[in-house]
Structures are given as structure tokens and as C-alpha cells.
């Protein structure tokens, strides 16, 4: 596995949307044409994630959350050593609850809740 993918699934599941995000496009350009897809859902998640506790939310993030899964669709797991049929469930479950809860109240919604990118 490319280590700046490694260090990206580090920060991301340290809660370090922002600093991840850097290193997830890194790893895209450095990839195969048949892992762009996955490494584009995992920035969209990043990305999402990090709107939402630092900026707001609200429908930037579900839009992300659900290209993000729309991506994730692609891939069986595992794949680049990412359990991407967790990963994906997780996502579907934050999703559906955030849509539920008021999604520009992060302070409300448990950031421990935040799926997690698992390795296998």
C-alpha cells in the first residue's frame, strides 16, 4: 500500500479531515486508473466530514456522503486493503442519521459516531 494512503486512513480515522485530505489526493495521482474511484470516495468522505464539524454541514456534506457511497459501489472488498463493504454500510447508517438529525448542528450529532476506514 502507497504509505501516503496509510497515513491518510491514520489522520482520517484520528478525526484529522483536513490534514487527510492532502495525502488521499496524493495517493490518486500516484494510482492505478482502477483505484482513482475508491480514493476519490475516501477525499469525498474526508471532505465531507470536515464541512460538517467545521463548517456546518448541511447539504455539501450529504452530497459528498452519498457520491462518496455512490463510489464505494464500484468496489468489492477488499480493495487497497480497505474493507469497503464496512466502510460503505457505516457511511449508508452516518448518512441516513445525519439526513434524520439537523444536519447543521454537529455539535449535536456524536463525532464518535463518524465511520471509521478499516484495513483487512
Known amino acids: 500500500m502507497d504509505p501516503r494512503l496509510t497515513q491518510a486512513i491514520e489522520l482520517f480515522n484520528r478525526r484529522e479531515y483536513f ?7 496524493q495517493a490518486w495521482h500516484a494510482s492505478e486508473a482502477e483505484d482513482k474511484k475508491l480514493l476519490e470516495s475516501l477525499m469525498q468522505l474526508a471532505v465531507a ?3 460538517f464539524f467545521n463548517r456546518g454541514g448541511g447539504k455539501g456534506t450529504t ?3 452519498q ?3 455512490i463510489g464505494l459501489e464500484d468496489y468489492e472488498s477488499p480493495h ?4 469497503v463493504k464496512t466502510l460503505s ?10 439526513k434524520a438529525s439537523d444536519a447543521r448542528a454537529p455539535r449535536l450529532f456524536e463525532r464518535w459516531r463518524v465511520p471509521k476506514i478499516r484495513l483487512v
Open 63 to 65: 452530497g459528498l456522503l
Open 80 to 83: 487497497l486493503s480497505i474493507d
Open 89 to 98: 454500510a457505516e457511511v449508508s447508517v452516518y448518512l441516513e442519521d445525519l
Open 49 to 51: 466530514l470536515h464541512l
Open 67 to 69: 457520491r462518496c457511497l
Open 19 to 25: 490534514e487527510c485530505q492532502e495525502l488521499f489526493e
